[in-house]
């Protein structure tokens, strides 16, 4: 299984062009160091997209991204802290990719009005984390007697004069 443990990382940064591609690089360093690189390119671009429709439509740059990876799902919120911002006018094709490619998705406000959007994924069986619970080894039944040869031939509850 993948780290054990969990994790958790907080960045606040202000929005701008050069500071997207910033941001998408330090997450997936942060992903590499949890041994999570494999979710890297799909979290790195929702983020980044975010981050970008953020930019453009925003008046107030400010941006709070987290991640949280609990052993199973990785989940990442980016809140915008713009009251003005409309999450499914001016940002409806960047939710789209997010819930095309997550596990789990929303979109919520706070109550100071900031809008956060969270998307989750969940590490892959062949990355070794197991998708379902691993069944119980078959255990040893009962052991039946085989039938006597001529058995076959007489019909069940017959009885046998020997």
């Known amino acids: 299984m993948k780290t054990a443990e969990s994790c958790y990382y907080h960045l606040d940064v202000e929005v701008c062009p050069e500071r997207v591609g910033q941001v998408g690089r330090i997450l997936a360093a942060h992903l590499r160091l949890w041994g999570l690189e494999h979710l890297a390119g799909s979290v790195c671009h929702?983020?980044?997209?975010?981050?970008?429709?953020?930019?453009?439509?925003?008046?107030?740059k400010?941006?709070?991204?987290?991640m949280w990876w609990n052993g199973q799902h990785l989940i990442t919120a980016i809140?915008?802290?713009?009251?003005?911002?409309?999450?499914?006018?001016?940002?409806?094709?960047?939710?789209?990719?997010?819930?095309?490619?997550?596990?789990?998705?929303?979109?919520?406000?706070?109550?100071?009005?900031?809008k956060?959007?969270?998307f989750s994924?969940?590490?892959l069986a062949c990355e070794g984390?197991?998708?379902l619970p691993v069944p119980p080894?078959?255990?040893?039944?009962?052991?039946r007697q085989v039938p006597r040869a001529g058995s076959a031939d007489?019909?069940?509850?017959?009885?046998?004069?020997?």
Do not use: F, M, Y
């Open 137 to 143: 080894a078959p255990t040893l039944r009962e052991v």
């Open 46 to 60: 929702g983020t980044e997209s975010l981050l970008r429709a953020i930019d453009e439509h925003a008046t107030d």
């Open 79 to 114: 809140a915008g802290n713009d009251r003005d911002l409309r999450l499914e006018q001016e940002l409806g094709d960047c939710l789209a990719w997010i819930a095309a490619v997550s596990d789990g998705w929303g979109c919520c406000a706070t109550g100071t009005g900031a």
């Open 62 to 66: 400010q941006a709070v991204i987290e």
């Open 154 to 162: 007489r019909a069940p509850g017959a009885l046998v004069n020997a």
């Open 116 to 118: 956060v959007v969270w």
């Open 129 to 131: 984390v197991p998708r």
């Open 121 to 123: 994924r969940r590490a």
